[in-house]
């Protein structure tokens, strides 16, 4: 078994210090975070209209720094300017919480529905240009989403998004319950990703706890983590097969994807894993029999999702659709703050898998990047590839020993508020939450994919209308995430 | 013989045509590693449709409405033109080639004015990816027509037939290529890929199924049925025409089952194995097929220069 990387910190955790910081010198604050490498990675706002606070925070390594600030008058200068990806958390604030960021022009409406078209998207004018609506209910079962295309004919000028259609008040109604019962707040946020939002959520409140994960906590939720993982790609690139209309592709990562959900309902007794992670405890029992024979399975396939795959990427059709489609460049990467396998098609080196000692991944573990770093359909399907062999690999190895029930060991410093990043299939999930004694104060949960759509609307300038539906499914980003 | 043909023609276009496209989508599931349907399932759609109320979206005129009766009556119209077994009955109609020809584009012109009448986004935007794929489709479809009726010196399609009986047309080059270029018809008038893809609920990138997403009830089972009628009237020409036939009355019609039969499984085959392609190069695609129809045309040309 191979020892968890960058054991900088003392303990199995990530580090996070609370940083006060004045509201005149938020700006610049925040500008030396930046500065200084850090990378932004959320902000919200806390506390009621009395004593209104705002947080960002910003990771660096495995360790974030959460800046925060008293809000006068619900009135504070924007940062939007020094980073573009907290365009989307500002307008929350402002839709949610009635804050104003000074210099943030125009606020244009994000989670507020109530507003006519004019207040949410972008004007484009031209000779020829019009918009195309669809949904925000669709043909197919799909959630709940409005996109407003801007086009010239077939091409694609500029995407509104509109999307919080089921907003359930999920942070808000997690407020005030004992600690140990957020979680099952943050795992109901989504589906696909209920692991990561749950690990994220116990990871956080162990650190206000005062708990330290064992080495069998560890295992149990990388373990979690990478069987997740495993169906959200093999749904993945499934769903890209859909949306070029290749049927046979699809139909066989499908069922590759089941296979994968049997296998998770039979180790974690649900198909989507709800319920495997808790607060300072795993109750996730692998005997070796259980273990090795799970570990033939896996085997066998991986075996066969690697000749789907074979046979999929080298289909002159499905090539001839990838290519150059949806290209999201690097910089604009960097600069919306776009996040797991889709930052890493266009060449960010992100994964927060290699920041998280309290987890299970080797000092080998790197992230995975595609052949040719193009940030284009075709690298986004690649990195997902690739990282299927990775997560295999980690499996494999997880499975080699016997896993054990355990809890935490309750030797750790508290620290002042929860802070805990996890590597979704889709990204990074921060996970805040701040407390009052043993009760909820406040949970903020910022998924993967809510830090990608911004980043999918300026992927899918420039393209085909008809090829929406593919680069859309290239990052496969989940409605709900945004819907907590 | 001919009143069996008439029989054949119109039991045929009007109540086997919808086992096409459900033939090939149960052959399609089938491959791609599905039970899938039945190949009845459209029988079973068109029955749930047609025992359903209309509904008109607001504002729409007379065009909206009409349009599905205008599309079935051609389709109609255009089943009677199609021999079966080399046989026309002609209903007074004759059998004239670009009868037929304009017969498909009037319908087309009904649901395109109809998507236009709508107002629709995605009706439109299917409605106008159809006519800009149908200039060229039009253009290859009038090439195959004349590259086969060239030997039989008419467009009549029942001497078409008769010209393209036996083996000897099949040394001519010419043949071979009007036979390439209506295979792309074939996937074209029946909304297939690599052009277009039947199964796709993705609006964004639908064809033929876009201007339907205004229809319901009787309306949809009309036009449902008249895109499985296209099936038929299309698949039938192919076996006509550009697939291998002998004998007689009788001879023909089992050349003509087996041709049919053939041409559905080799449309899931190519479903199966093929992605739907961008849509900007499908038009390359028919163009590609306009080329070889004018290779086909020089070598009839030059074979009766010789």
């Known amino acids: 078994m191979s020892r968890p990387r960058r054991l900088r910190a003392a303990e199995p955790r990530q580090g996070v210090a609370a940083i006060e910081v004045e509201g005149s010198r938020w700006r610049e604050s925040c500008r030396r975070e930046l500065g200084d490498g850090a990378r932004f990675c959320g902000a919200y706002a806390s506390g009621d209209r009395l004593a209104r606070r705002w947080s960002a925070l910003f990771a660096d390594g495995p360790s974030t720094r959460v800046l925060t600030t008293r809000v006068d008058r619900d009135q504070l200068p924007t940062i939007v300017d020094l980073v573009a990806a907290a365009q989307w958390d500002e307008r929350e604030a402002h839709d949610l919480h009635g804050l104003r960021f000074e210099g943030h022009e125009p606020l244009r409406a994000l989670v507020d529905h109530t507003v006519d078209t004019a207040a949410w998207t972008t004007p ?361 | 013989m001919s009143a069996l043909a008439a029989a054949i023609q119109v039991l045929g276009g009007l109540a086997l045509a919808p086992l096409l496209p459900g033939t090939i989508q149960s052959l399609k599931a089938r491959m791609q590693g599905r039970r899938g349907p039945s190949p009845l399932q459209p029988y079973r759609e068109l029955r749930r449709l047609w025992g359903k109320s209309l509904a008109d979206p607001q504002p729409t005129t007379i065009v909206y409405r009409l349009a599905p009766c205008v599309l079935a009556a051609t389709t109609g119209l255009a089943i009677l033109l199609v021999p079966v077994g080399g046989l026309s009955p002609g209903w007074g109609l004759g059998d004239d080639a670009l009868v037929l020809v304009g017969l498909l584009a009037l319908g087309r012109f009904a649901l395109a004015a109809a998507s236009w009448d709508t107002g629709s986004g995605f009706a439109l935007m299917g409605a106008s990816r159809d006519l800009t794929l149908a200039v060229a489709a039009e253009a290859l479809l009038v090439l195959a027509i004349v590259l086969a009726a060239i030997p039989a010196d008419s467009t009549g399609l029942a001497a078409m037939s008769a010209a393209a009986n036996g083996s000897g047309i099949w040394s001519e080059p010419g043949h071979w290529c009007a036979a390439g270029a209506f295979g792309l018809i074939v996937v074209f008038e029946t909304g297939r890929q690599p052009i277009d893809n039947p199964d796709t609920h993705l609006e964004l990138t639908m064809i033929h199924e876009g201007p339907l997403l205004e229809y319901a009830g009787r309306d949809l089972a009309l036009l449902q049925w008249s895109a499985a009628a296209r099936h038929w009237i299309v698949l039938v020409l192919a076996a006509e025409l550009f697939l291998p036939h002998w004998g007689g009355f009788g001879a023909q019609l089992v050349c003509l089952l087996a041709g049919v039969a053939l041409l559905c499984v080799g449309l899931a085959l190519t479903e199966t194995a093929q992605a739907k392609m961008r849509i900007l190069r499908a038009p390359a695609l028919l163009a590609g097929g306009c080329l070889l129809a004018m290779v086909g045309l020089a070598s009839w040309l030059a074979g009766g220069l010789v």
């Open chain 1, 124 to 484: 484009v004018e031209g000779r020829g240009v019009h918009q195309v609506a669809v949904g925000p209910v669709h043909a197919g079962v799909i959630e709940s989403g409005h996109f407003r295309f801007h086009v010239v004919g077939e091409r694609i000028l500029h995407l509104d998004t509109r999307l919080f259609y089921k907003h359930r008040g999920l942070e808000r109604a997690a407020e005030g319950r004992e600690l140990p019962d957020g979680l099952r707040f943050a795992q109901r946020a989504c589906g696909a990703c209920a692991v990561t939002n749950a690990v994220a959520y116990a990871q956080a409140c162990e650190s206000v706890l005062g708990l330290l994960p064992t080495r069998e906590l560890r295992r149990a939720r990388t373990l979690l983590l990478e069987l997740e993982r495993l169906y959200n790609h093999l749904n993945d690139i499934g769903a890209a097969c859909a949306g070029i209309g290749f049927a046979s592709g699809n139909m066989a990562f499908a069922a590759l994807k089941e296979r994968a959900m049997r296998l998770n309902k039979e180790l974690a007794g649900h198909r989507f894993l709800f319920g495997s992670a808790e607060v300072g405890a795993s109750r996730l029992v692998l005997a070796s029999q259980l273990a090795g024979r799970t570990r033939g399975q896996l085997r066998e396939l991986r075996q066969d999702a690697a000749q789907v795959w074979r046979e999929v990427r080298f289909s002159g059709s499905v090539q001839a659709r990838l290519g150059g489609v949806g290209v999201l460049d690097r910089d604009s990467a960097a600069r919306l703050g776009a996040v797991g396998p889709a930052a890493r098609a266009s060449g960010l080196e992100q994964d927060t898998r290699s920041d998280s000692p309290g987890l299970w991944y080797g000092s080998s573990f790197a992230a995975a990047g595609p052949e040719a770093r193009t940030g284009d359909v075709s690298a986004r399907l690649q990195v997902r590839a690739s990282e299927l062999e990775s997560t295999f690999e980690v499996l494999d190895d997880l499975l080699s020993a016997p896993i054990a029930a355990d809890i935490a060991s309750p030797s750790g410093p508290k620290a002042p508020i929860g802070v805990a990043r996890v590597e979704s299939p889709r990204g990074e999930t921060v996970c805040v939450l701040e407390h009052d004694l043993f009760r909820l104060r406040r949970l903020h949960l910022r998924t993967g994919s809510y830090a990608n759509w911004p980043a999918l609307a300026e992927a899918s300038a420039r393209n085909l209308l008809p090829d929406f539906p593919l680069i859309n499914k290239s990052f496969e980003l989940c409605y709900a995430c945004v819907d907590r």
